[in-house]
């Protein structure tokens, strides 16, 4: 039996993780163990902290995480280190993940709630963001001080060193060796002394993957082409920052932030999954909840961490067909179509397995 670590966490995070759950034991029967974790919101609530150290280590002794979401309006005002945000931080730095994996890929059937034009649109959208996940600015040390004149200041330090530069780099170039191989490196480079490191580096580690065309954008233009000639990108590699705010702007050129899994991996398989979105406090209870962000989590799960390829082919063939079927929940219902809730869209999914 695989041990899966499963954190629901706040507001729809239970309902989407409910259903992913439910999509694996009948694609894959028998085959995981999963144990319920307390982290988030719920767990302030519960131990006074985000993340209890049972959690972590509950998570760190699993062979995969597979976590909802966490946050929501009532933890908003809590102290800074005990946000529930604070509980994510620490459990991708406490599992060791750096590299943060976000397919951004248009299901065909969905053309028509891609934003872009249609000529854009109809190129085709199929890429990868490996975005840094432990280093940058989040990770870097932060201060609020008073100036020698006695105004308000604060500073947060942007720092990567030339290892962790290298090891997010390769699995940017490892996933381009199994698709177009075209890497496009995104950066500052022009201002910020980090990313003239981080450019260096990453040409040093093209060296090794010849057969790759690397390119290089700034993180101003990137965001400019990605909605111009989103079809000339395969793996996209930056760092984290610049990651998280690409990323969503490419959840948004694929149609719904529901739609959207991501996996997060470190040196050995122990990946932790998650969807793209947050607990969605708006609609948590409503049934109103896109699953498929979670359930593709969960395919990519299989195929990550436990090298489940079939089983994860039929569950994105699955979502595919309920897609082609015209069934959609309110995030992607478009005129045409037929709209259901979040636990028929999982119920659907199930029965084409
Ligand atoms: P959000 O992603 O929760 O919601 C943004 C919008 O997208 C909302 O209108 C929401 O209804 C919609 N949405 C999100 N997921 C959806 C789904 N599966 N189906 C249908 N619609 C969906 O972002 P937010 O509103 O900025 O944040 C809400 C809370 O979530 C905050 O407390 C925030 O800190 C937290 N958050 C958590 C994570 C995480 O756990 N990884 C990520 C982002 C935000």
């Not at 706040?10 to 085959?31: F, Y």
């Not at 163990?33 to 002794?61: H, R, W």
């Not at 109809?122 to 006695?150: Q, S, W």
């Not at 790759?212 to 000339?232: C, F, G, T």
Request: aromatic residues 6%; hydrophobic residues 40%; contains cysteine.
């Amino acid at each position: 039996m695989k041990k899966v670590a499963v954190i629901p966490g706040d507001g729809i995070g239970p309902e989407v993780i409910g259903a992913t759950l439910e999509v694996l034991k009948k694609a894959a029967p028998n085959q995981f163990e999963f144990i319920e974790v307390s982290m988030g919101g719920n767990a302030i609530d519960k131990y006074g902290e985000p993340l209890p150290a049972q959690s972590l280590k509950t998570c760190q002794e699993a062979d995969a995480t597979l976590l909802g979401a966490v946050g929501g309006p009532k933890w908003d005002n809590v102290s800074p280190d005990l946000r529930p945000e604070r509980g994510l931080l620490g459990v991708r730095k406490g599992l060791k993940v750096f590299a943060n994996i976000r397919p951004a890929k248009i299901f065909a059937p969905l053309a028509s709630a891609c934003p872009l034009r249609k000529d854009i649109a109809e190129k085709g959208i199929d890429f990868i963001i490996v975005r840094e996940l432990t280093g940058g600015i989040y990770f870097g040390k932060h201060e609020a001080f008073t100036t020698p004149d006695g105004e308000k200041a604060a500073r947060d330090v942007m720092e990567y060193t030339e290892h962790e530069i290298r090891r997010i780099a390769h699995v940017g170039f490892k996933m381009a060796m199994g698709r177009r191989k075209i890497v496009t490196s995104i950066d500052k480079a022009n201002i910020l002394t980090s990313s003239r490191l981080w450019r260096e580096v990453v040409e040093d580690v093209a060296k090794e993957y010849p057969e790759v065309k690397l390119n290089h954008l700034y993180v101003d233009n990137a965001s400019m082409q990605l909605i111009r000639v989103p079809h000339e990108f395969d793996v996209i590699v930056t760092e984290n920052t610049f990651g998280d705010i690409l990323s969503d702007e490419a959840s948004q050129i694929v149609g719904s932030i529901g739609m959207i899994p991501s996996a997060s991996l470190g040196d050995n398989n122990r990946g932790l999954y998650e969807p793209i979105h947050g607990s969605a406090p708006d609609i948590a209870g409503q049934d109103k909840a896109n699953p498929i962000g979670t359930i593709l989590c969960g395919a990519m799960m299989l195929r990550y961490s436990f090298g489940m390829n079939e089983e994860a082919d039929r569950i994105e063939n699955a979502v595919d067909d309920v897609l082609k079927a015209g069934l959609r929940t309110p995030d992607i219902f478009t005129e045409g179509t037929k709209l259901i809730s979040g636990s028929k869209m999982k119920e659907e999914i199930i029965s084409r397995l």
